[in-house]
């Protein structure tokens, strides 16, 4: 999940708790149930805010897993063709010493 969704996420359960706040003020109603409204309300913004946090932090931490194993593939790949590019360098080489060997065995008669 992007910084930006978190961000909207957290920007629309401030928004809500904001808006109960003020309608339960303004609400005609003794004061201590207004109390125990807005502790409610700022009971649920929490969990709200905590399920949301839970929810981004589960999705970032799925995230760097999926990014490590695409990385551990990626040098598991780099690793495989660099030992065939080795094994055909080597082969160029071996190639090349007998052909130099053959030179040289011709200047020795």
């Known amino acids: 999940m992007s910084s930006n969704t978190g961000n909207t996420i957290l920007a629309l359960i401030t928004g809500a708790a904001i808006g109960a706040g003020i309608g339960i003020l303004f609400a005609p109603d003794k004061g201590s149930n207004t109390r125990r ?20 932090s589960d999705k970032l ?3 760097v897993y999926l990014t490590k194993d695409d990385l551990e593939q990626s040098l ?6 660099a030992s065939h590019k080795t094994e055909d360098v080597i082969s ?10 053959l030179k040289n065995a011709k200047f020795q008669k």
């Open 37 to 56: 409204k807005i502790r409610k309300g700022v009971e649920e913004a929490s969990d709200n805010l905590n399920e949301a946090l839970y929810e981004v």
């Open 92 to 101: 160029f080489l071996e190639e090349k010493l007998a052909a130099l060997k």
């Open 61 to 63: 931490v799925e995230k």
């Open 76 to 81: 598991d790949n780099l690793v495989s063709n």
